[in-house]
C-alpha cells in the first residue's frame, strides 16, 4: 500500500489589484477502503476573512472562502498525503443477473440511479448510441466487464490525447468525431456511451499518480485527473479511466464524484475588475510515492480537478 503525496498549486494574476468574490472549493476527498488520508494542508494568499465548510448533494466537502480588500495575485496551495490501496488485476464479483450484458437495474435502486442513467447531451446522428453498441457482440450477449475494458482501452489506443487549457466540458460528439479532447473529454465521452446501453454512470475528479513521471505508463499527469464510475450491480461504484485505459483504481486518486462535469468543478469563484485584468490562471499538480508509515486516526483534506469558472 503506497503512500502518496500531492502537491497542488493554482494561481491566478491580475494586472492591477482587483476584490474577490466567493470562492467555492472541494479540498477534502471521500475517504474509502481503497485509499486513507493521512494529513493534509491547505493555505490561501490573501488569506480570506471566512472559511466554511459544507457538504454538497453528492456528499462531497466544499470549501467556502470569502475576500476583504483587494490584489495583484491569488493562490491556492494544498498538500494531502494518504495511503492507496490499488487493485493491480480487478476482479469484480458481480451479481449473477449481471455478469452479461444487457442487464437490469433492482427496483430499488433504479430510483437513486436514473439520473445518472438518462444521457445528459444530445446525440442527433445516434454517432454515440452506434460507438456504444459497436462493443456488443451481433448474438448481443458479453461478459459485462469485458464491454466496458473494451470500451475503456479503445478510447486509449484510437484517441488522441490533448492537454485543454479551456474552461468546461468539450461536446462528447465533436470529442468521437475528432478523436481528440482532455481526460474530461474522454470521460464524458463514455459516460454517454455507458449510458446509451442503460448503465450509470458518473463523473470522478481527482489525480493521477505517474511513477517518475513515467509518459509511456500515463498521460495527463502534471494536473488534476477526471475518469468515470459505471455502477455494477454487486460491485457497485466501479472505476474506468479511458483516457489511460486503466480498468479499476490503480493509481487513480479519488476527490469528488458527480452526475455532471460541471458539478465537479474544484475550485470557481469571481473577481471583481476589468476583463483586461486577468492574466491568467496557472497550475501545478506533483504527485509522488514517499517513504513513511500511516498513522492511524487522523482525519484529512484534499483537492480536486481544476478548472476554474471566473
Known amino acids: 500500500m503506497p503512500i502518496l503525496a500531492v502537491r497542488h498549486v493554482t494561481t491566478y494574476r491580475y494586472r492591477q489589484p482587483v476584490a474577490f468574490g466567493e470562492h467555492r472549493i472541494m479540498f477534502r476527498p471521500r475517504d474509502s477502503y481503497d485509499q486513507r488520508l493521512i494529513a493534509a494542508s491547505l493555505a490561501i494568499e490573501p488569506e480570506p476573512c471566512a472559511l466554511r465548510w459544507m457538504f454538497d448533494v453528492f456528499g462531497n466537502c466544499v470549501a467556502v472562502a470569502t475576500f476583504a480588500g483587494r490584489a495583484r495575485t491569488l493562490r491556492f496551495t494544498c498538500g494531502i498525503t494518504l495511503e492507496h490501496t490499488p487493485e493491480h488485476a480487478p476482479v469484480f464479483p458481480l451479481a449473477p443477473h449481471a455478469t452479461h450484458y444487457p442487464f437490469g437495474y433492482g427496483a430499488e435502486?433504479?430510483?437513486?440511479?436514473?439520473?445518472s442513467i438518462e444521457r445528459h447531451h444530445p446525440d442527433p446522428g445516434h454517432a454515440i448510441d452506434a460507438f456504444a453498441r459497436s462493443f456488443i457482440p451481433a448474438e448481443g450477449r458479453i461478459p459485462t466487464q469485458d464491454l466496458l475494458a473494451a470500451m475503456t482501452r479503445s478510447v486509449r489506443q484510437n484517441f488522441t490525447y490533448l492537454a485543454r487549457a479551456e474552461q468546461g466540458v468539450q461536446d462528447p460528439v465533436q470529442t468521437l468525431r475528432t478523436k481528440r479532447g482532455s481526460c474530461r473529454d474522454f470521460a464524458l465521452l463514455m459516460m454517454e456511451a455507458v449510458r446509451a446501453l442503460g448503465m450509470a454512470a458518473r463523473f470522478v475528479s481527482g489525480y493521477l499518480y505517474n511513477p517518475r513521471g513515467d509518459r509511456e505508463r500515463h498521460v495527463g499527469g502534471g494536473s488534476t485527473h477526471a475518469w468515470l464510475q459505471v455502477y455494477l450491480p454487486g460491485a457497485g461504484w466501479v472505476e474506468f479511466d479511458p483516457t489511460n485505459g486503466i480498468v479499476g483504481n490503480r493509481d487513480l486518486i479519488?476527490?469528488?464524484?458527480?452526475?455532471?462535469?460541471?458539478?465537479a468543478v474544484p475550485l470557481h469563484g469571481s473577481f471583481f475588475g476589468f476583463p483586461a485584468d486577468d492574466l491568467g490562471m496557472s497550475v501545478e499538480v506533483d504527485v509522488a510515492e514517499i517513504d513513511g508509515v500511516a498513522e492511524p486516526g487522523h482525519a484529512v483534506l484534499p483537492v480536486l480537478e481544476t478548472s476554474a469558472s471566473r
Not at 109 to 115: A, F, Q, V
Not at 254 to 263: G, I, L, S, T, Y
Open 109 to 115: 435502486d433504479m430510483p437513486d440511479l436514473i439520473r
Open 254 to 263: 479519488r476527490v469528488a464524484v458527480a452526475r455532471d462535469p460541471r458539478q
